[in-house]
């Protein structure tokens, strides 16, 4: 039984997918090896706002290898969005080519379909496109006036806000910006797809089959099970691989008409035209504390943008209804319809961006009370989420803020900024609360077990993903864990729509749904083996004994999770507090993060190495919010002028030194059955917040809006009150 | 990429001979094949110059030495006799992109590197630089990295080489063999020029001349000098500003000074008449200052990139601080 124990959950075993991927075993979308196969390339708008008035395809049609160019012209009928300002959701169609129209700059505009990959990219350079040009809405501030009220869940609020503002001893307003950010995961979006006789059948980086399916099934008008993706691995998406995009419509299009299965390979460039983002936020906050610190009013008002056919923004207001006790309370959210490409969800929507302003504003009201910021907000601690009127399942924010501050040594932060020097640099602290929601949902799974002489074998299999989290590794801990053989044995099979449903990865919902999941289906297969030989429930027996009981060598179960009525009753959330210690330079504005703490409570910790990747990756690109990452609109014609890994910076190892991770165990069976709490979200969120923190305490320099880059740390004055 | 014929020449003649209106040389790639993918370059045949054999480092007849133009930036930086005579270049050239780019990248290519315009990249936006004639897309859009100085009505773009602001700084001259078999050696603060009308025409090579060598004189700055640079990440990013800064110092008074700039204009951007201020003047604060309110007096930023003037100014404060107080 020794092995059982090194393997099961809570053991930080090395992923069992590891040695496949760094030996280049592991296949990705595009990797498959199809017969017959053909490429495919989109060509790109080069307007933002206008009609085509012809497309030239012939040059391109004559180069060798060329099989087709597809454009509005001779594209399939597809459903096309409604009339209306649509929701853009997971399952949302995804028509292309559809009309002349162009709404944002990049937009498909045709594709071309050659016998090699530099032959379709030598093509789309010779599709001759005129357009009716028109002039497009680009920037936020011109296009004020249009804004809207995006449904009723946009705005929320409680008490009064302006009674909670006059009762206030002291007040903040202030506004805060974060950019367009691109999710750019390592592996591009790509897909091989199969039309064959009606049915499609797809490789594809899609992070959640079930919804995958439909959108693709409504968009050709063909029955969901007819369509099948395969996607054994992803080179991670942070979001942008969640929706359907127009690339697999392109392809699956290219094959039907073709007759050939169709790879295409979208391209970096494409990466930020054609695949979601981060909106731009801007975010006012409004709050008011008496003078022992009690909050009396938070107002959290953000505006943005949204496509002009499509409609999407990240709820950064929500983080203000249930991190601190506040009694009165405003969220709103608006949204500015632009010609540019519809944003999308990116690691930890509303969360990372809200908690930047939230966490921010928090620190700015701490200092104008003159409280040292922990204190400031265990007083406002909450066990009840007063946004939704419900008790937390769990929050151990204040054991966070505590067991932090003591492992980083918040003793020693100097609450006058600009004191604590060393050669050319400022040394400061920064520290911000983390929330992010632990959802849980529906997931089904099929175990089938096999014994093979005495030893007992396990086959699982779901259409979940492993979106480079670690999927993988966990599933088989849980069955490990579950019928009490060593991880070995078990063989986890996922990425395939045609097995048992999942929610998919996304939204920090994956390792809590699908090991809740895998634990269901062993725990049926048990209790129907039991069942049959007529053994109580809950008389102990090794699972290998019971299947040589029921004279069988192999059995197959279904099982099914789902969240409880409890969990109904609550709010889950996991909660972390993150510390950062930052030396900026005194002259040049340029920083360096020394160091980072993060105590997460995320209940039970399944693989405390695949936990703390997700964590080390979430502060990393919480820090690249800070350090660079920004994607920039060309004011007068509407591409983004960040376009390449090369001017769109994310952060280098240099930037950020140690970084420490601590979990603390939490216990939380209203969540789910095992305890099991989402950390893919947890670890960006607020990160942004706790650094501009520091740089604050630092330099004495407030730097409200995203990236912090060296010309803005040179061009901001001290705050007052500053020595 | 376009269609393209590629020849790997044995020798400078091969190269010389193969050369036609539509060739380009290849050094290391690292610039060139990045902008065939974009569809910037499109030439119909690349001649690979990267393994001709100038790849040495050895002394010359001014007392200093000569650098191959097909040696890799790498090998340059880190080579003993460089680092020790020529630290401001070392350390210069070790700031620039990453390991990996530095290995492939060569000292010739490397002076030709194009600038990193967005608009140049994008050939859906106006640049004259990429297209003449079709305007200047930075102008009137985002110019955050552009020139404050030397710029003209038809580019304001900025050349994004470090390694070239430390040759400016030192007085390196450029060697390059023409296609008539004859060579020429060039002064390095001729050898890239301002945009003028023609901002195609980034230096003032002729075509198809290849460059073989970069000549330094006797061994600069050796006790004083950094290379400061700043830049958005802590590595693998371009210049906001840089400043390439040398001194010479005697009995606590500055014998010679090298001075010049990075991601401020067309050129690396020297400053002749500061390193003239600097000498016979006492290495101080005030004296550092005034150096840098000098160098900043005719800077004309555009909207995008007023940072700069103050940025650059701190800049140079400090990295003629840094240079002075550096232990010797
Ligand atoms: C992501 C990225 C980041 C970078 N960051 C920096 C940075 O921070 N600082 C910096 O200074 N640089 C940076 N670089 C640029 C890099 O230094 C240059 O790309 C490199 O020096 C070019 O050298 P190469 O040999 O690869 O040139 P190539 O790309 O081969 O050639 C460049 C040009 O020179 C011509 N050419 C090459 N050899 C010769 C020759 N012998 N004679 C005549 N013409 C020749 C070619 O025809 C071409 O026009 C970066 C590059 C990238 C891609
Ligand atoms: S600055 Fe020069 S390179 Fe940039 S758009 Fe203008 S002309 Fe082109």
Redesign the interface.
């Known amino acids: 039984m020794k092995t059982i124990k090194a393997s099961g959950i809570g053991n930080p075993i090395d992923r069992i997918e590891g040695h496949l991927k760094v030996t280049g075993k592991a296949k990705y979308a595009s990797e498959f090896p199809v017969e017959n196969m053909v490429y495919a390339q989109g060509v790109n708008s080069?307007i933002a706002k206008g009609k085509i008035t012809s497309i030239d395809t012939s040059e391109a049609e004559k180069l060798d290898g060329v099989l087709a160019v597809i454009t509005y012209k001779n594209a399939e009928k597809l459903k096309n969005y409604p009339k209306d300002m649509t929701n853009f959701s997971l399952t949302t169609v995804a028509p292309v080519f559809q009309d002349r129209q162009v709404h944002y700059y990049g937009q498909y505009i045709a594709c071309v379909i050659a016998e090699t990959f530099?032959q379709a990219?030598?093509a789309c350079?010779l599709v001759k496109v005129t357009y009716e040009e028109e002039s497009p809405d680009i920037h936020l501030d011109k296009n004020r006036g249009k804004a809207y009220k995006p449904g009723d869940s946009a705005d929320f609020s409680r008490g009064d806000m302006d009674a909670g503002m006059r009762e206030a001893d002291v007040t903040l307003e202030q506004t805060y910006t974060t950019p367009i950010e691109h999710q750019q995961p390592m592996e591009l979006h790509a897909a091989i797809v199969n039309w064959n006789d009606g049915k499609v059948k797809m490789y594809a980086n899609q992070q959640i089959l079930n919804q995958a399916t439909t959108s693709i099934s409504e968009t050709f008008g063909i029955p969901k099970e007819d369509v099948q993706i395969i996607t054994p691995y992803i080179g991670g998406g942070f979001g942008s691989k969640l929706n359907v995009y127009k690339h697999i419509t392109m392809a699956t299009m290219a094959s039907k008409m073709i007759g050939r299965p169709v790879q295409i390979t979208v391209t970096r460039h494409q990466m930020f035209t054609n695949t979601g983002m981060r909106q731009f936020d801007e975010q006012e906050m409004r709050l008011g504390a008496i003078k022992d610190g009690s909050l009396t009013a938070l107002a959290h008002h953000t505006t943005s943008h949204t496509a002009k056919n499509l409609q999407y923004f990240e709820a950064c207001g929500n983080v203000s209804k249930m991190l601190y006790k506040t009694p009165n309370n405003a969220v709103t959210h608006r949204l500015i319809p632009l010609n540019i490409q519809c944003p999308s969800s990116m690691r930890a929507p509303g969360e990372a961006t809200g908690s930047f302003a939230l966490e921010s504003a928090i620190d700015e009201l701490a200092w104008k009370l003159k409280m040292d910021p922990i204190d400031f907000r265990i007083k406002n601690d909450t066990q009840v989420d007063m946004g939704a009127d419900k008790p937390f399942s769990s929050r151990l924010l204040v054991e966070c803020l505590r067991i932090g501050a003591d492992k980083f040594g918040w003793e020693n932060r100097k609450m006058q900024p600009g004191t604590n020097k060393k050669g050319?640099w400022l040394i400061g602290y920064g520290v911000s609360a983390a929330s992010r929601r632990a959802p849980y949902m529906k997931t089904s799974a099929k175990i089938v077990l096999e014994l093979n002489e005495a030893a007992l074998n396990a086959n699982i299999k779901m259409d979940a993903t492993d979106i480079g989290t670690g999927t993988y590794t966990i599933v088989a801990q849980t069955v490990s864990e579950y019928l009490g053989i060593p991880v070995e044995n078990v063989k986890v099979e996922i990425g395939d729509s045609e097995f048992p449903v999942t929610p998919g990865s996304g939204g920090s919902w994956g390792a809590a749904s699908y090991c809740n999941g895998a634990r269901k289906a062993c725990e049926n297969a048990i209790a129907e083996l039991k069942k049959k030989q007529n053994i109580t429930e809950s008389e102990e027996i090794e699972v290998a004994e019971l299947l040589q009981q029921n004279n069988l060598t192999t059995f197959e179960a279904e099982g099914t999770a789902e969240p409880s009525e409890e969990y109904k009753k609550h709010s889950v959330f996991s909660f972390g507090a993150n510390f950062t210690e930052v030396w900026v330079d005194k002259?040049?504005?340029?920083y360096?993060i020394k160091r980072m703490v993060n105590v997460g409570s995320a209940g039970k910790i399944l693989n405390p190495k695949t936990a703390y990747g997700q964590i080390i990756g979430g502060l990393t690109m919480g820090a690249g919010m800070v350090?660079?990452e920004r994607t920039?609109v060309?004011?007068?014609?509407g591409?983004f002028?960040?376009?390449?890994l090369?001017?769109y910076?994310v952060?280098?190892?240099?930037?950020l030194a140690n970084i420490d991770v601590v979990f603390l165990p939490e216990e939380d069976k209203i969540a789910n059955e095992m305890g099991v709490k989402g950390i893919g979200e947890l670890g960006i969120t607020s990160v942004a917040a706790s650094i501009a923190n520091a740089i604050f305490n630092a330099t004495g320099k407030r730097m409200r809006d995203l990236?912090i880059?060296?010309?803005k740390l040179?061009?901001a004055g001290l705050e007052p009150g500053v020595a | 990429m376009r269609p393209f014929s590629y020849t790997n020449a044995k020798n400078k003649e091969q190269a010389l001979q193969n050369f036609t209106k539509t060739s380009h040389y290849l050094g290391g790639g690292t610039n060139l094949v990045d902008l065939m993918k974009e569809d910037v370059e499109r030439p119909d045949q690349l001649i690979e110059v990267a393994s001709l054999d100038y790849k040495q480092i050895s002394k010359n007849n001014e007392g200093g030495y000569t650098l191959g133009g097909m040696l890799s930036n790498s090998e340059t930086a880190n080579h003993p006799d460089i680092r020790q005579n020529y630290p401001l270049l070392s350390m210069a050239m070790l700031s620039a992109a990453t390991a990996q780019i530095r290995n492939m990248a060569t000292n010739a290519g490397n002076l030709l590197q194009r600038t990193r315009c967005p608009y140049f990249f994008e050939t859906s936006m106006p640049c004259n630089k990429r297209e003449p004639g079709s305007g200047c897309g930075a102008k009137d859009g985002m110019n955050a990295l552009h020139a404050i100085f030397g710029y003209s009505e038809k580019c304001i773009a900025t050349h994004p080489s470090d390694m070239c602001v430390a040759l400016a700084a030192m007085d390196a001259k450029v060697e390059v063999q023409k296609t008539d078999g004859s060579s020429r050696t060039i002064d390095f603060t001729d050898f890239h020029r301002l945009p003028g009308n023609q901002p195609e025409k980034d230096n003032t090579l002729e075509p198809g001349e290849l460059i073989t060598a970069i000549h330094l004189d006797e061994p600069k700055f050796s006790d004083h000098y950094y290379y400061l640079k700043i830049r958005e990440r802590s590595s693998y990013a371009f210049a906001l500003v840089s400043v390439a800064a040398g001194l010479q110092i005697k009995s606590g008074v500055i014998t010679k000074a090298g001075l010049a700039m990075g991601g401020v204009a067309h050129k690396p951007w020297k400053f002749t008449d500061v390193e003239k201020y600097l000498e016979g003047k006492k290495p101080n604060k005030v004296n550092f200052k005034a150096a840098a309110e000098m160098a900043m007096q005719d800077a004309k930023p555009f909207e995008g990139n007023k940072y700069k003037v103050e940025m650059a100014k701190k800049a140079i404060i400090r990295a003629l601080t840094q240079a002075f107080e550096r232990e010797a």
């Open positions: 080069t530099e990219q030598y350079r050319n002259d040049t504005g340029m360096r350090i660079a920039q060309e004011p007068n014609y591409n002028i960040t376009r390449t090369a001017d910076h952060p280098v190892n240099l930037d990236p880059t060296p010309e040179i061009e």
